[in-house]
Structures are given as C-alpha cells and as structure tokens.
C-alpha cells in the first residue's frame, strides 16, 4: 500500500533559536532581537539566519508574537521612588520635600515684630510655629502678610477667642489675624498658625486658621480664623499689637506652590 507523506500536522515549537540548527518549515522558536524577545515561525527551511534583525523579520521567518521593549526601568536602586512619565518614556523621580523650614527665631530680644523676608511668592501655604512666646505687656499677638508695598495694617477679616469649661471670648478684628483674650504678660502661648492660598491672581486670598493654648492658663484654648485678600504675599511677621517679646520663639514654614 503507497504511502503519502503528509507533512507536519500541527507547529512544533523548537524553544530558544539556535544558530546552528537547522529548522523546516512550521518551526516555532523564541529568538531576542536586540532586548526584545518574540516568538517567530519558520515559512522556509532556514540554516544560520537570525529570525529577525533591528525589529524587521528575516525572509525564511514570520512573527507569530512580537515582543516590546520592556516599559518599565530597572528598580535597582530606586526604593522610595516613583514612577512618572514625559509622555515618551518612563523613569522613576524622586518626591521632593515641598516644605521650606526656617531656622528658630528667639522671640525674647525685646521686639515688637518677629519677620520672614524674602519669600517665594507662588508658595501654597505656610504655618507659624509659635512655642512659649510671652510679651512684656498684656498684648494680644498677630500675624500680618505684607508683599513689595509693605505689611498689610488693615483689611483682613478676622474672629478670634477662647473657650474655658463654660464661659467664652470673641472678637472681630481688621488689622491682623490676631489673638482675642490673652489679656496677661505671664502667658506663654504655644501653638500653630496656618494660612493657605485658596485664590491666585487679582483674587488671590490667604485663610487662617489657628489654635493656641497657654502653659500659664492651660485651661484656656484660644483660636483665631479669618481672611485677607492680598497678593503677592513675600513676607510675614508674627509679634504683638504692643510690648515686646520677652520669652518662647517661632519659626516659619513653607509650602511650595
């Protein structure tokens, strides 16, 4: 009885692509072009000729899955790092610490005002740092923005008070964010003044909000929140409507815009 040779059935899979092994027709390898590895068949008996070269497949050989260049770098040394893009390629970055931190200012050198000049105008926000500051007199304390044209005297929007078990202070002002109720030299006041940048441009305006305590009253709680529409904001001064300061510091930090 004659016998018909059929031919391959079905793809034989040959694994990685040997240089030396000769490969019929239907041959399946894997093959790295370069760093990219795809899998390719063979469409004509091939000896010694590379799959593909630069990304284009040989004549004797097809792609039957291309690969890519892998997307993502290498993660050696790169912990703590993220992932970002330039809209082309991915590389990894670093977080970068958007705080600004001041060196501690003594508030007991006998001033009224305590300023940070030199300010990054497009900063987001930034807190006063206010630890054990007292004053000679009993003067409630302030914080006043100003930009090029000086410091800001009136204008801002601002209530303030305490609370103590059942009874309670409050007051408006215009010329400051500022305390309402310290009334006493011998307080030494600790605590934190936030202001952030909720508008930019012609509108820009900074809210404040902040609480206090005293270590010479510490069943006080004192407060302090309002707004002020300025721009431009390059500096800022912690100090008080009178006296001077004669104990504690304070320190500034801020935040990148």
């Not at 370069?34 to 097809?62: E, F, K, L, M, R």
């Not at 508030?107 to 990054?120: E, H, I, M, N, R």
């Not at 707004?227 to 500034?252: A, C, H, M, N, P």
Request: aromatic share 12%.
């Amino acid at each position: 009885m004659a016998t018909i040779d059929l031919g391959k059935i079905k793809q034989v899979f040959r694994g990685t692509y040997n240089n030396a092994t000769a490969y019929a027709v239907d041959d399946l390898v894997v093959f790295t072009d370069g760093s990219v590895t795809s899998t390719y068949i063979c469409t004509t008996a091939s000896t010694g000729n590379n799959p593909s070269s630069g990304g284009t497949a040989h004549a004797n050989w097809a792609y039957i899955a291309k690969g890519v260049t892998d997307p993502i770098p290498s993660q050696s040394g790169q912990s703590g790092k993220f992932l970002t893009t330039n809209g082309t390629t991915l590389s990894f970055g670093t977080v970068a610490d958007p705080r600004t931190v001041s060196a501690v200012t003594d508030t007991d050198s006998g001033s009224q005002y305590y300023a940070f000049t030199g300010l990054d105008t497009t900063m987001k926000r930034f807190d006063v740092i206010i630890k054990s500051a007292s004053n000679s007199g009993s003067n409630e304390l302030l914080i006043q923005l100003g930009n090029s044209s000086g410091y800001a005297t009136s204008g801002y929007q601002c209530g303030a008070g305490y609370w103590r078990d059942s009874t309670s202070n409050k007051q408006h002002h215009g010329d400051a964010f500022k305390s309402s109720g310290l009334g006493s030299g011998n307080y030494y006041i600790t605590g934190k003044f936030e202001c952030t940048k909720i508008h930019t441009g012609a509108n820009t305006r900074w809210f404040c909000n902040a609480l206090y305590y005293t270590t010479s009253a510490n069943d006080h709680v004192f407060y302090t929140v309002g707004y002020k529409d300025i721009q431009d904001v390059d500096r800022v001064r912690f100090g008080w409507e009178g006296g001077t300061g004669d104990g504690g510091s304070v320190q500034l930090v801020t935040y990148a815009g």
